[in-house]
């Protein structure tokens, strides 16, 4: 069982369908569990229905305004819904400053515009997370005696501190997020080196070898946790009890 901190369950509201799935696949494959609507009737039925911990939502819906939706949710918010305190992050085209008022008046508690950076739209998501006390998908990651510490920074096995570089650190928690699933090289090198070098998966085999030799081989007869799936990629596999 994976004891990290739950990931964040978060609505994705976009009547454009092909940034509402891309949007809801990249939001996934960072940890987070994701559904999705495409207009502001299907928003407020999710919402009711999967309470979700946060809410990305666009402005010009086709049925009725993102900021009616929030208005509207704040206004059952009485029901015990706690739609009241349901964080709510504006992604839209409408980047007038008049625009981005109406949104926080409304009740967003943030507003980010078309185009964005997936990267500085996770940070934010995250951000709102941690003020409102929502789950960051940032915990402590464990597998058998193997733990990570993501906000102390820190590797223990078997209870002894682990010394990692940062690219170390964070190839190791891509692993351990996506404990006992195989994942590709390329997927590793998108996500800890975002092809910084230039697509070149040599970078990947010689990561996971010196992740190993620290983890697995500098753990005196300790159970090996990270295994090459030949014409694949890597997983680490969580020891069975």
Do not use: C
Not at 5 to 13: H, I, Q
Not at 18 to 43: K, M, Q, Y
Not at 143 to 151: F, I, K, M, R, S
Not at 155 to 178: D, Q
Request: charged content about 25%; hydrophobic content about 40%; cysteine-free.
């Amino acid at each position: 069982m994976n004891t990290a901190t739950p990931e964040a369950s978060l609505l994705v509201v976009d009547d454009e369908p092909n940034i509402r799935e891309l949007l809801s696949a990249s939001l996934r494959f960072v940890g987070f569990r994701v559904t999705s609507a495409a207009n502001g009737a299907d928003a407020l039925e999710a919402v009711a229905k999967e309470r979700p911990d946060l809410v990305v939502l666009d402005v010009m819906l086709p049925d009725i305004s993102g900021f009616a939706v929030v208005r509207r949710l704040r206004e059952v918010a009485g029901n015990g819904s706690g739609a009241d305190h349901l964080p709510v992050l504006f992604l839209t085209a409408k980047d007038g400053v008049g625009d981005k008022i109406s949104g926080l008046t409304a009740g967003g508690d943030d507003y980010v515009t078309k185009p964005f950076s997936l990267e500085e739209l996770i940070a934010r998501i995250r951000a709102i997370l941690r003020r409102t006390g929502g789950p960051t998908g940032e915990g402590r990651l464990v597998a058998g005696d193997l733990e990570l510490d993501p906000v102390g920074h820190q590797v223990l096995r078997g209870g002894r501190p682990v010394s990692l570089s940062p690219t170390e650190f964070k190839l190791l928690a891509y692993l351990m997020t996506h404990a006992d699933r195989v994942v590709s090289k390329m997927q590793i090198l998108e996500h800890v080196w975002a092809y910084d070098f230039g697509g070149d998966l040599s970078i990947v085999e010689s990561y996971i070898s010196y992740v190993r030799r620290k983890v697995d081989s500098g753990a005196d007869g300790a159970t090996k946790l990270i295994h090459t799936v030949r014409g694949i990629g890597y997983v680490l596999r969580r020891p069975q009890t």
